[in-house]
């Protein structure tokens, strides 16, 4: 039929989840995430109700937007039974592009320009040089991959404009700085590019030296122009506690992820490092989590982002709908202030 399903995160996702998050992945950048996919819901609340959130038309402006309530909300709100998504056309003459530059920041500033182009991409991602680094470790491409910040792009569109698209993409990397160029038609050469993009995560947890040391990942997006800024925040504090960092960074969206690997001797400092960048991203006008939801973990995170009378209006819509708190009472905030 020549149509997909945008969404893009991780290998293990499933719908429930997805719309429990709002999750969202390499496709972003240019489709959204899981809210724009969502035509409506079925959920059970928690008294057992059944609630229909919306119809099927394109557009409806009937009370409330039930709907939206409901994705993000971490199952706090309600179970979701059943979902009506929708599909998109598949991408067509799609290329598969990397540029290597010098520094995270001839990247971003490359990003910039990129997504001010007015040239439609499908993805725009990036690696640091840390995460190249472990990918050739790990062996987990059948390729070895210069060890600097790596740009990962898809180019998609009509047969007539996608060839002067990547050549004005070549263009702008170049006027930044890049260091290399390579855009490929082949099916088979555009999976190892962008698998190298997708084990990037894997590669970075199998090399640890420690096999005791856990994973632990920031979520947090800020403003394209600062996600340079932020990742150098990063790597002062990661450094400075001799915690082996790296990063995967959805470009498109600012949506930075800085992995960190502790010891179970330094899991705390593990989790307070992420917790700082965090933070550091809301003061750069940013947000603590771009697509991987609240948690039990970043509620008082989510006070210091939006502030008491916001978390305050969010815990009355959960009492009111829940309460007697049987529905993941631990997450997003704390029921008792």
């Not at 038309?57 to 199952?75: C, F, N, Q, V, W």
């Not at 179970?79 to 990397?98: C, D, M, Y």
């Not at 122009?225 to 506690?241: G, K, P």
């Amino acid at each position: 039929m020549g149509l997909f399903f945008p969404p893009d995160p991780g290998p293990r996702a499933c719908i429930g989840g997805m719309i429990s998050t709002s999750c969202a992945g390499t496709n972003a950048y240019r489709y959204g995430t899981m809210k724009e996919w969502v035509i409506g819901l079925t959920v059970v609340l928690a008294d057992g109700t059944i609630v229909r959130t919306k119809r099927r038309p394109r557009k409806s402006s009937t009370g409330y937007d039930l709907t939206h309530l409901m994705i993000g909300a971490e199952g706090t709100l309600g179970l979701v039974t059943e979902a009506v998504i929708k599909l998109a056309p598949s991408p067509t003459n799609q290329r598969v592009a990397i540029a290597v530059f010098p520094s995270p920041k001839n990247a971003v500033q490359a990003g910039l320009e990129l997504t001010s182009s007015g040239i439609t991409y499908d993805a725009l991602e990036l690696l640091d040089h840390n995460s190249m680094k472990f990918l050739n470790k790990a062996g987990l491409s059948e390729r070895q991959w210069d060890e600097k910040p790596t740009l990962f792009l898809k180019i998609s569109g009509p047969s007539g404009s996608v060839q002067d698209s990547v050549d004005a993409t070549r263009k702008m990397a170049t006027k930044h700085g890049s260091l290399s160029f390579e855009a490929t038609e082949d099916e088979e050469e555009q999976k190892l590019f962008w698998n190298a993009r997708k084990f990037s995560g894997r590669a970075f947890y199998e090399t640890r030296d420690d096999p005791e040391a856990l994973y632990l990942c920031s979520d947090s997006a800020v403003p394209i122009s600062r996600v340079a800024d932020l990742m150098e925040e990063a790597y002062q504090m990661s450094n400075s506690l001799g915690i082996p960092s790296a990063f995967i960074v959805h470009l498109g969206d600012g949506n930075v992820h800085c992995q960190v690997l502790a010891s179970p001797a330094k899991l705390e400092t593990g989790r307070q490092l992420i917790t700082r960048i965090e933070l550091c991203a809301v003061d750069m006008d940013g947000t603590i989590s771009g697509e991987h939801g609240i948690g039990t973990n970043r509620k008082d995170e989510l006070i210091y982002e939006l502030g008491e009378n916001a978390v305050d209006m969010m815990r009355s819509i959960k009492i009111a709908l829940d309460p007697n708190r049987i529905l993941n009472p631990d997450k997003i905030l704390r029921l008792d202030p």
